[in-house]
Antibody
Framework: EVQLVESGGGLVQPGGSLRLSCAAS????????MHWVRQAPGKGLVWVSR????????RYADSVKGRFTISRDNAKNTFYLQMNSLRAEDTGVYYC????????????WGQGTLVTVSS | QSVLTQPPSVSAAPGQKVTISCSGS????????VSWYQQLPGTAPKLLIY???KRPSGIPDRFSGSKSGTSATLGITGLQTGDEADYYC???????????FGTGTKVTVL
């Protein structure tokens, strides 16, 4: 069974940092591109970042470019989102998700981890 | 902010049909595959439709997808109370070079 489990969320002050982790199991992690998607309270889904299979290519939404860094450790079947210079508008639930290679759909999702940026 | 526009809400009685539209442009829906996601209250999104009209294993055939030009549509027939959820379309935008989601539609079963 495919499982994605996020961790690392919490309360942080504006300007602070957090690192989210997503532990993957039940599939060959090195075959998949992985993504982070977030959802502000009461709002819709917003794509944040993605990483390819060997971490040679990453991409970010304009709203987080220069502040967030995505990475992965294939030996640990885990990928990460390092979030720096956090702002109130970064508040929300962060989901890790797996991309289907052919159709660019997100075919498995974690349960989400809540990040709250507030003083 | 989103480049994909959906109606905020749709509703119908149990057993009836609803359709949800997703309007985009030539750089997203017009040239890429469309997916649809269901988000039940308090849960993570779940893939409902991929490749415009294909259902993953386990998704009932009450759910269907279609695409024409720069728009896509999700249909739900035989509406059930368990279908009450938010639904999002999604695709790749070749101009933005980013994945994008629709604004989301809340389905209410009357």
């Amino acid at each position: 069974e495919v499982q994605l489990v996020e961790s690392g969320g919490g309360l942080v002050q504006p300007g602070g940092s957090l690192r989210l982790s997503c532990a993957a199991s039940g599939f060959t992690f090195t075959n998949y591109w992985m993504h982070w998607v977030r959802q502000a309270p009461g709002k819709g889904l917003v794509w944040v970042s993605r990483i390819n299979i060997d971490a040679s290519s990453t991409r970010y939404a304009d709203s987080v470019k220069g502040r967030f860094t995505i990475s992965r450790d294939n030996a640990k079947n885990t990928f990460y989102l390092q979030m720096n210079s956090l702002r109130a508008e970064d508040t929300g639930v962060y989901y890790c998700t797996r991309e289907d290679g052919w159709y660019r759909s997100f075919d498995s999702w974690g349960q989400g981890t809540l990040v709250t940026v507030s003083s | 902010q989103s480049v994909l526009t959906q109606p905020p809400s749709v509703s119908a009685a149990p057993g009836q049909k609803v359709t949800i539209s997703c309007s985009g442009s030539s750089s997203n829906i017009g040239s890429n595959y469309v997916s649809w996601y269901q988000q039940l209250p308090g849960t993570a999104p779940k893939l409902l439709i991929y490749d415009n009209n294909k259902r993953p294993s386990g998704i009932p055939d009450r759910f269907s997808g279609s695409k024409s030009g720069t728009s896509a549509t999700l249909g739900i027939t035989g509406l059930q109370t368990g279908d009450e959820a938010d639904y999002y379309c999604g695709t790749w935008d070749s101009s933005l070079t980013a994945d994008v989601f629709g604004t989301g539609t809340k389905v209410t079963v009357l």
